[in-house]
């Protein structure tokens, strides 16, 4: 069964910092596409945030570029999302995401519960 599980959430100051992690099994980690997006309180709409595809390349939001750096570790099967410089707009609930095929960054198919980040000014 794939599984997806989000840590690391917490609450900042404005300029902080936080690093998540997603657990990931079930499936053959280092071939899949995988990203973050995130659902900010009162929308319901989710925000894509950053993917890293299997080769390493990644892509991010214009309102997170700079900040925020996404990572994994084939190893431990973990992905990771280094958010620096922390804004109150940033709060919100981060979910991992694993795309539905192998290779591309193109849909995605399995989400993890969610980790919460509230940023305060």
């Known amino acids: 069964q794939v599984r997806l599980v989000e840590s690391g959430g917490g609450s900042v100051e404005t300029g902080g910092s936080l690093r998540l992690s997603c657990a990931a099994s079930?499936?053959?980690?280092?071939?899949?596409?995988l990203g973050w997006l995130r659902q900010a309180p009162g929308k319901g709409r989710r925000e894509k945030v950053a993917t890293i595809d299997n080769d390493g390349t990644t892509t991010y939001a214009d309102s997170v570029k700079g900040r925020f750096a996404i990572s994994k570790d084939n190893d431990q099967k973990t992905l990771y999302l280094q958010m620096n410089n922390l804004k109150p707009e940033d709060t919100g609930i981060y979910y991992c995401e694993r795309a539905s095929q192998i290779g591309g960054c193109r849909t995605f198919a399995v989400w993890g519960p969610g980790t919460q980040v509230t940023v305060s000014s």
């Open positions: 079930g499936y053959n980690f280092s071939i899949y596409c």
